[in-house]
Structures are given as structure tokens and as C-alpha cells.
């Protein structure tokens, strides 16, 4: 099993975070991971993108040419980014941002009204759940249990009280995902 | 011209001498000027340079995100003063113009503060007054200006400025410390004049 | 005593910091510079609870000298930079070797010369192992290729240079200080009492010589016999602490031969060796300083040809060369300035290697 996942958004949107989580969640599973991030010299606002790797065999080179799966939550990360993606891999988008995204033949594209899934549960903190819950339902590398799980684990004790939030926006990513399918 | 952190009286003092008649002036930080450059800019104002050097100081390190810096006060938070900072452990933050005072070399001194209008046109005139001095071939001038780091001081930017003003200040007093022409330049065996302040 | 090892997802920087605790360093001097901050920060939360020491120096040339004192007084001591921060430490490293004193010194390489930039490089090759500053002396050097060898090969530098008495470089980079891995953590061990029989510090009367560290020598056989002991612990070392790993073919016809974050770019080439239809190994040093001279020899009589790959336009691969001794072509795929080779880059630079060397590919 080897999963190459690429994310990109703008700073702010919890791109590294959701990353770092799945790297957490990965590990958690009992698989080799890495998570690798490039920053934009700003520390704000600029582009901010990360690659994690899942492996049960060697990581080997934490980049990626062509990774299986991305989460792309800006349109100017789409634009960038989204022809990288392997032969048959799955592309996941935030569509309250991302109106078109080229999809190549063979690859599977899943649209995830993310913002507005964070606005309904009422926590805008939550955007990038709702793309981790559809990511992990859309390739099966990990169970949205196995990351709600490592979240509680990742999060410091003062912030759980927006676990319900979280698990809930990470299930709703989850079943827009399986219904795509 | 760039150069290394810290080293930038050193760089300026090369230009200098190599180009007299040429303005020249620094712009540091409290990390670079009060920390890493402490030797070169005592040593700079000692010889009495005939340079400006304009001092940002908002107490902490910006562009590494947050450290400690010499300017720190007690009991500040950063990135490596978790706790805060305390004299037992780190010293007390070191007063700049103060010190630079003690120099025969400096012609001008002072320190403003970059937060209301009049504070702001007052430091203008001290940035003016120090430029002035080197062209007047006065010598070494420097114009501390206490400044705000919302970001590492984890404020919004009209907190910071109020801190500058209701804390900062206290440890920072704003003051013109000297205005006049270099020790060297008066006569030998002459007492000097009571009093350096302006 | 609890064997089961914390299991933890964290940075290479966190990982070197809590090695270097794991390793028995309770004092710390360092000074700001990405991309290694994390390190001090980590050092500043976590030393002083355990009754450790943590200071911020002035600078670079500051810090290398609290070194310096530190270790004189007999303590496991370590400093952390990145490459212009190194640099400035060259005098104090020159002074550590000159005066025969451990310490731990990682450098988290980052572009240059000059200011250059804060991305990945490996281009502090030669400066580390070359020398510490002037004079006749090198720094052992370590090649961590992960956030768990950063962990490992950081606690264990500290052995390394109480049993040579010399400066131990831990050399990582800009890709590995920020990276995030599973990292098992070692127990902190701890710290023994500063009392080294070279060392400075209080004594009773009578109780041993007193001790002076320096490292001037003006008997012009005194200075020599310096330098002649620090070759034999030199040599020494090659012989007892030389490191590498292999991974691949086990009858390869082009070896790989990189470290660090580049080796992980060459493992992902080995293990899609097929897609250039060459028979691949990868042979990556966890030492540079002793260098794995003799598995690299052993291997040019072997394989049609070797591929050096590095962050740097050619430092590693001399060394390379130097233990081939022409017996195979050596060719060099080098990127710079933040650059690095995908691993379709490495494949393809395999498969001209190996089409020059004659290999039917």
C-alpha cells in the first residue's frame, strides 16, 4: 500500500494541520509516513501546500511527482496544481471556492462544498475536516475513525470542545464522498 | 548594500571611509544591533563614525519568529522566554542609547517612539537632526525608535502601540541624550560644557 | 526501567532537540537562524524544568565559545545553527579541536554562499568535513536521513565525542529539520555530573593536577603531537565507527552512492529501478567523516557505474571518486539553491549513466 497525498491552499485554510493530521492518523494505523511542507516566504496569505506519504513498506522520497490524491482548497492551488495528479488518482476540491478544475480521463473527481459544510455546523475552523473526511472515505487509506481518533489525540485538552464539530464536518466530507462513488 | 546580521556599522564604516561625502546610514534591529552587532556598534560610535544609524526596537526577534531579544523586557513572552523573561536567567533588557551615552564618540542620541502624531513628527525631527549631524560632519548619530510587534507580542496593532506607551516607555525613557559634535572635535585640555544633555 | 518507547509524530527539529536530551545534554547555547528554530525553542521549554541550562547568546561566535567553556568544565554540551551560523562558528570549533574537548554541533544546511536562502542544500560538505576553522582537524560528521535518525544519531553524538574527545557534526538539512515522521523516542538519560579528568572545575587540594585547556602550543613538538593524536583518533574512528547502509539489487550494475535527504530521493529511484531497467543499489553513508571508503571501493570493481546525488554541485562526489580510485565511471547528478531532482530526474540520469558505461538498457 503506498498513498501519495498532495494538499494546497491559501495560509489560513489549515492546509499543514490537516496534513500533520493525516501524517498523525498514518502513523496511528501503523504505517510509515512523512509530511513535507513547502512555505511561501509570506507568513500569511500566501500559498501553502504539503505532501504526505503513506506506506507500508519504505517512505523513500517524501515528494511527489504525481501523488495519487490531492486536496486542493483555493482556485489558485487548482490552476496550479491539479494536473500533477497520478494516472486514475483521485482529486478532491472545496467547490464553495473552486468553481471549474480540469480533471484528466481515468481520474476521479470529488466536489466538497467545504465552506459551506463549515458555516452549516456553525465553525469555520472546520473547512479542512470536511475535505479530510472525504479524502479518507475516497481512497480507503484510512478510516474517518482512524482520523477523528488521532484528532483527539493531536489536539491539546483546551480544544476539545470543538470535537463534535470536527468529527461532525469530517463525516459529512465522508458521505459526500462514498454518495460520488 | 546588505549585510551580515549585525555587522552593518562595520559594512557602513567601510563605505565611509572609502566614500566621505557620501550619506551613509544603517537600519538594525534589537536583535542585530543590541545582540549579535553589539561590539560593532559600540565600537562604531566610539570612533565616532560619521554615520547615522536609525535603531528598531520593538523588544523581540521578528524575523526568526519571536525569540528573545537583548531588548526583551522582564517578564516577557516569546518563543524562548516560554515563561517569561526573567533577570535570573536572561539579564536585564539592555538600554541602547543609555549605554552609547557613556561614549565620547556619539555626537547625537535619542530615542522616540512610533505611536501618536506628535511622538511620530518628534521622532521625524530627530531623524533629521542625526542626518544633519553627519553632514555637518558632526559624527555617529543613532535614533533609537521604539516600535510595535503586534505579531509576536500577540496583539492587535492599537494594543501594541499602547503598550508602547504605557509599558514600554517606562523601561525606555524617550529622551534627545546628546546633541552636540563629537569629544573629539573640541580643543584638547578644554573642560567640557555642563551638562550633555540638550 | 520502562523499555517501551514513546512512539511520537514530530519535526526533525523537535526530533535532534529531544536527541540531544535522550543523549544526556542538559546544557544548551544557541542563537536564532532558520531553518533550525524550533530547536532552540525546544531547548528553551524543556531544559530548565529538568535542571538544565538554556541560554540564547549573542551570536553564533558567542554561542560556539559557551560551548567551548562548557565543555572545558566537563559538561555534555551541544549547539545547534545553520550554515551562515556555522561559518561564524568556525573559530570556536578550531579552538574545541586544537584543546582536545567533545561537543555536539548540528548544522540544519541551508542554501548558499553568502545569505542564500532557507530552502534545502547540501552544500556544507566540505566545511564540515573538511575542518573546523583553521588549522589541522576535522569534525567527525553524521548523516541523518530521517526525522528517527536525526532522534538517534544525535544522542548517540555524544558517545562518539567522549570517546574520541573531538567535535561531533550532526549534518541535517532544511528538508529535514521541517519534516514530520514517527520518531520512537529514546529515554533521557541522564545527566552525569560534570567531571571529566581533563576538565576544569572545583577540586580538593592535592586531590589531581590542575587542569589547563587550551590549544596553544608554542613548543613546535607539543603542537605536533596535537596534531598527530587528533590523526590517530581519526583513524581510530574509521575503524570503529564507520557507517552506511545498502539498499537494492543485490547484483547491481549502476550503484547510487548519496546522503541525507538525497538518499531518500535515490531510495525512491531503487525501489522504481525497473522503470529504467537497470538493476539499481543504493549505498548511502551514515557517516561522511570517517567515509565509507572501503564498501565503496569494493563495490567499483563490481558495477558498470556509480551515480553520485547531492544538493551541491560537487563536494560528496570527491570523496566518492577518491574511494573509486577510476576503477568505474563516477558521473554526478547535482541540484542547488533549493532545486532537487524528482526521482523520474534520477531514473533518467541512471539510464544515460548506464548506456555510457555500456550497460544494454
Redesign the interface.
Known amino acids: 500500500m503506498r498513498e501519495e497525498l498532495f494538499m494546497a491552499g491559501l495560509g489560513g485554510q489549515g492546509v499543514n494541520l490537516a496534513g ?1 493530521l493525516v ?2 492518523a498514518g ?1 496511528d494505523a501503523g504505517l ?6 513547502i512555505y511561501s516566504p509570506e507568513v500569511r496569505g500566501g500559498s501553502s501546500t504539503c505532501t504526505i506519504v503513506l506506506s507500508d ?7 511527489s ?1 504525481h501523488p495519487s490524491s490531492m486536496v486542493l482548497m483555493d482556485t489558485s492551488s487548482a490552476e496550479c496544481f491539479a494536473g500533477n495528479l497520478a494516472e486514475g488518482g483521485l482529486l478532491i476540491v472545496n467547490s464553495s471556492l473552486i468553481r471549474h478544475v480540469p480533471v484528466s480521463e481515468g481520474c476521479r473527481l470529488i466536489e466538497i462544498p467545504a465552506n459551506q459544510i463549515a458555516a452549516e455546523i456553525g465553525n469555520d475552523r472546520t473547512v479542512n475536516m470536511a475535505l479530510i473526511g472525504a479524502w479518507a472515505a475516497g481512497t480507503g487509506a484510512l478510516t474517518v475513525d482512524d482520523v477523528a481518533r488521532s484528532l483527539r489525540e493531536m489536539l491539546p485538552e483546551r480544544h476539545h470542545v470543538h470535537m463534535p464539530d470536527n468529527q461532525l464536518a469530517l463525516e459529512r466530507g465522508a458521505q459526500i464522498a462514498r454518495e460520488a462513488d | 548594500m ?1 549585510a ?1 546580521h ?1 555587522r552593518g556599522p562595520a559594512v557602513a564604516t567601510g563605505i565611509k571611509r572609502v566614500h566621505p561625502d557620501s550619506v551613509v546610514f544603517t537600519y538594525q534591529g534589537d ?1 542585530d544591533l543590541a ?2 552587532g ?1 561590539a560593532e556598534i559600540v565600537h562604531a560610535a566610539s570612533r565616532g563614525e560619521n554615520f547615522t544609524v536609525i535603531f528598531i526596537n520593538n523588544a523581540v ?1 521578528g524575523m ?2 519571536g ?2 531579544a ?1 531588548t526583551t523586557l522582564i517578564g516577557q513572552k516569546t ?5 517569561g523573561r526573567t533577570a535570573a ?2 539579564g536585564w533588557p539592555i538600554r541602547i542609547c543609555e549605554l552609547l551615552d557613556t561614549l565620547e564618540g556619539p555626537a547625537y542620541i535619542a530615542r522616540e517612539a512610533l505611536t501618536t502624531p506628535p511622538r511620530i513628527r518628534s521622532a521625524k525631527k530627530s531623524i533629521r537632526r542625526a542626518f544633519e549631524a553627519q553632514l555637518a560632519g558632526e559624527g555617529f548619530g543613532i535614533v533609537e525608535l521604539l516600535s510595535t510587534c503586534p505579531t509576536w507580542w500577540g496583539m492587535d496593532p492599537l494594543e501594541a502601540i499602547r503598550h508602547i506607551d504605557d509599558t514600554m516607555v517606562e523601561h525606555y525613557p524617550l529622551r534627545v541624550f546628546r546633541d552636540r559634535p563629537a569629544a573629539h572635535d573640541r580643543p584638547a585640555g578644554q573642560q567640557e560644557e555642563a551638562g550633555s544633555d540638550a | 526501567m520502562n523499555e517501551e518507547r514513546r ?1 511520537v ?1 514530530i519535526s526533525g527539529n523537535e526530533a535532534t532537540a529531544e536527541g540531544g536530551i535522550a543523549g544526556g545534554c542538559r546544557h544548551f547555547f544557541g ?4 531553518p533550525q ?1 524550533k530547536i ?2 525546544y531547548m ?2 524543556h531544559l ?1 524544568p529538568i535542571g538544565g541550562v ?3 547568546a ?4 558567542a554561542a560556539i565559545n559557551m560551548v567551548y567553556g562548557a565543555s572545558s568544565a566537563g559538561a555534555r554540551v551541544m549547539t545547534t545553527s545553520s550554515s ?1 551560523g556555522i561559518a561564524l562558528m568556525q573559530e570556536g570549533l578550531s579552538y574545541m579541536l586544537g584543546s582536545e574537548l567533545p561537543a555536539v554541533i548540528v548544522n540544519m544546511v541551508r542554501g548558499g554562499p553568502g ?1 542564500g536562502n532557507v530552502a534545502v542544500a547540501q552544500s556544507d560538505y566540505w566545511l564540515s568535513t573538511r575542518g573546523a576553522g583553521h588549522g589541522d582537524g576535522r569534525c567527525i560528521t553524521l548523516t541523518p536521513y530521517s526525522v528517527q535518525e536525526l532522534h538517534n544519531f544525535t544522542a548517540g553524538a555524544f558517545e562518539i565525542a567522549d570517546r574520541y574527545q573531538n567535535i561531533v557534526m550532526v549534518l541535517g538539512d532544511a ?1 529535514l529539520a ?5 520518531c520512537e523516542l529514546i529515554p533521557r538519560r541522564e545527566m552525569e555530573p560534570p567531571g571529566r579528568p581533563y576538565a576544569v572545575g572545583p577540586h580538593e587540594a592535592g586531590e589531581r593536577e590542575r587542569n589547563i585547556v587550551n590549544s596553544l602550543w608554542v613548543d613546535f613538538d607539543a603542537m605536533e603531537a596535537v596534531n598527530i593524536r587528533n590523526e590517530e583518533r581519526y583513524a581510530r574512528a574509521a575503524a570503529e565507527i564507520t557507517d552506511w547502509e545498502e ?1 537494492g539489487s543485490d547484483d547491481p550494475q549502476v550503484l547510487l552512492c548519496a546522503y541525507g535527504i538525497s538518499a ?2 535515490c ?2 529511484a ?2 522504481r529501478a525497473e522503470e529504467a531497467g537497470v538493476r539499481l543499489r543504493l549505498l548511502r553513508p551514515k557517516t561522511v567523516f570517517p567515509f565509507p571508503t572501503v564498501p565503496i571501493r569494493e563495490w567499483s570493481e563490481r558495477v558498470d557505474a556509480m551515480l553520485v546525488v547531492e544538493l551541491s554541485m560537487g563536494q560528496f562526489v570527491e570523496d566518492v571518486r577518491l574511494a573509486v580510485e577510476g576503477r568505474c565511471p563516477v558521473d554526478l547528478l547535482s541540484r542547488a539553491g533549493g532545486n ?1 531532482p ?3 530526474e534520477v531514473l533518467a540520469k541512471v539510464r544515460e549513466v548506464a548506456a555510457k558505461a555500456g550497460v544494454a538498457v
Not at chain 1, 513498506?57 to 515528494?63: A, E, F, L, W, Y
Not at chain 3, 542563537?31 to 532558520?34: C, S
Open positions: 500533520q501524517g498523525r502513523m510509515n509516513v512523512s509530511w513535507f511542507p513498506g519504505r517512505v523513500g522520497s517524501p515528494t511527482e | 546588505q551580515a549585525g536583535g545582540s549579535i553589539m526577534f526568526t519568529q525569540q528573545m537583548p518563543t524562548t522566554s516560554p515563561r536567567e536572561a | 512512539r509524530f542563537y536564532p537562524i532558520t528554530n532552540p525553542e528553551a521549554e530548565p538554556y541560554l540564547q549573542e551570536s553564533e561566535v551562515p545569505l528538508i521541517t519534516m514530520m515522521e514517527p539498499f531518500r530521493l531510495e525512491g531503487v525501489m532537487m524528482t526521482v523520474s
